[in-house]
C-alpha cells in the first residue's frame, strides 16, 4: 500500500498543469502515488499528462473520463483508484512548495487524527495574499462537530478546499470523503458539513505549501453559466443531511445562514450571468429560500448586513408569485420576468 494517495483532476489547464507537475516532482517518494485524472479535456492537456505518467512525474498514475463529469465526479474517479493510507486532493492549475506533503503527512501522523486543514496562499497574478483556517486552535486535536458554530462567525465549514488538507484512509472507507456526483460547482461544501459531522477528530495546522491560482479565465468560479447555479443543489444537500443530525437544532441555522449568504453572493455580482442564467438564478433562489425553515431563514436574515438582508428580503416577498405553495414548482415566465426585474 502506498503512504499517499494525491488525487488530481485536470480539465483545460495546458498553460498550468506543467507547473503544477513539476511540484509533484518536487515533493515525490517512492511510497507517494500521484492520481492524474484527465476529465477529457480538449486542449494539449491530456498529452503533458500523457508524459507524466511515462515517467516524467515519479509515482504518477493517469486515469481517462470518456466524457466530461465535473470536479466531484473527478476526484471520486482519483479515489476510487487510490491505494494510500493518506489521501490529498490538489486541482490542476495550482502548485505546492517542495517537499509540502511530506511534511503534511509527518503532520498528520504525528497527530494520529482523521484529517487536517492547513492554511493556504491565493496567487492572483503576482499578488500573494495567505489565507487562513478560521480556527485559531493549531496543532492540537479537536472534535469536528465543535468547528462548526457558532453560526454568525466564519468557522471550519466555511473554508470548504479539500485541497486544502490531508486525510486519513479510514474517512474513505466510512464513505466520508466522496463528493456528490455531478455538480460543478459548490461540490465541496456538502462534503465539508459531511466530513465535520460524521469524523471523530481533527486538527488545524499553519503550515504553508499550497499556492491556489485564483482568476484563471477557464476556471468555473470565472465563468457565469448555468454550472454556477448547482450551488443550490449542493446547499440543498447541506441542509437535508443537517436536518437529519442529532444536533440539527444546533447546526441548522449556520448552514441556513450560510445558504442565505452564498444566495447573496451571487445575486450581488448577477451581471456577470447572462440574462437567461440570471433570471433562473433569481427564480431558484425564490423556491429555495422557501424550502427553508422559515424561522430559521427569518433569523439568518435579521443576522446580516443590511444590503445584503434587504436584498434577500425583496427575494422573499416574490414568494406570491410563485403559481403554486409547491416549493420545488417551477416558477412561471411571469414569475421570473418580474425576478429579473
Not at 515525490?28 to 494539449?44: M, P
Not at 489565507?131 to 466564519?154: F, K
Not at 420545488?328 to 415566465?333: L, T
Request: net charge neutral; proline share 5%; aromatic share 8%.
Amino acid at each position: 500500500m502506498a503512504k499517499l494517495s494525491v488525487i488530481v483532476p485536470f480539465y483545460n489547464v495546458q498553460p498550468f498543469a506543467p507547473d503544477m507537475l513539476r511540484s509533484l516532482v518536487s515533493n515525490a517518494r517512492t511510497d507517494f502515488e500521484f492520481i492524474l485524472v484527465d476529465d477529457c479535456s480538449t486542449d494539449r492537456t491530456p498529452e503533458i499528462l500523457e508524459r507524466a505518467a511515462n515517467g516524467a512525474v515519479p509515482g504518477a498514475r493517469l486515469v481517462r473520463h470518456e466524457r466530461n463529469s465535473g470536479l466531484a465526479t473527478a476526484r471520486n474517479t482519483g479515489l476510487d483508484a487510490a491505494e494510500g493510507e493518506y489521501l490529498a486532493f490538489l486541482d490542476g492549475d495550482d502548485w505546492l512548495a517542495p517537499g509540502y506533503l511530506a511534511r503534511l503527512l509527518a503532520a498528520i501522523e504525528g497527530l494520529g487524527c482523521d484529517f487536517v486543514r492547513t492554511d493556504h496562499v491565493q496567487c492572483t497574478g503576482r499578488e500573494r495574499v495567505i489565507h487562513r483556517v478560521p480556527d485559531g486552535r493549531r496543532g492540537e486535536v479537536l472534535d469536528p462537530r465543535d468547528a462548526i458554530l457558532p453560526a454568525d462567525t466564519s468557522t471550519s465549514v466555511d473554508y470548504p478546499y479539500a485541497w486544502a488538507g490531508m486525510y486519513h484512509r479510514r474517512l474513505k472507507d466510512a464513505g466520508l470523503l466522496h463528493f456528490p456526483d455531478g455538480l460543478r460547482t459548490a461540490e465541496d461544501r456538502p462534503w465539508i458539513w459531511r466530513l465535520h459531522r460524521k469524523a471523530e477528530s481533527f486538527a488545524v495546522l499553519g503550515l504553508l505549501g499550497v499556492f491556489y491560482r485564483r482568476g484563471v479565465a477557464t476556471s468555473l468560479t470565472q465563468i457565469g453559466d448555468v454550472r454556477q447555479l448547482d450551488f443550490i443543489r449542493s446547499f440543498d444537500q447541506v441542509l437535508a443531511e443537517t436536518a437529519q443530525d442529532p444536533r440539527a437544532d444546533e447546526f441548522l441555522p449556520k448552514a441556513v445562514r450560510t445558504y442565505c449568504a452564498i444566495i447573496a453572493h451571487h445575486l450581488n455580482n448577477i451581471e456577470r450571468f447572462e440574462p437567461h442564467v440570471a433570471r433562473k438564478l433569481r427564480a431558484l433562489s425564490i423556491a429555495a429560500m422557501k424550502r427553508m425553515p422559515q424561522e430559521l431563514l427569518t433569523a439568518a436574515l435579521d443576522s446580516m448586513d443590511l444590503d445584503r438582508s434587504l436584498r434577500l428580503r425583496r427575494l422573499r416577498r416574490m414568494d406570491r408569485l410563485l403559481p403554486t405553495r409547491n416549493a420545488n414548482a417551477r416558477p412561471s415566465q411571469g414569475a421570473e420576468e418580474e425576478a429579473a426585474a
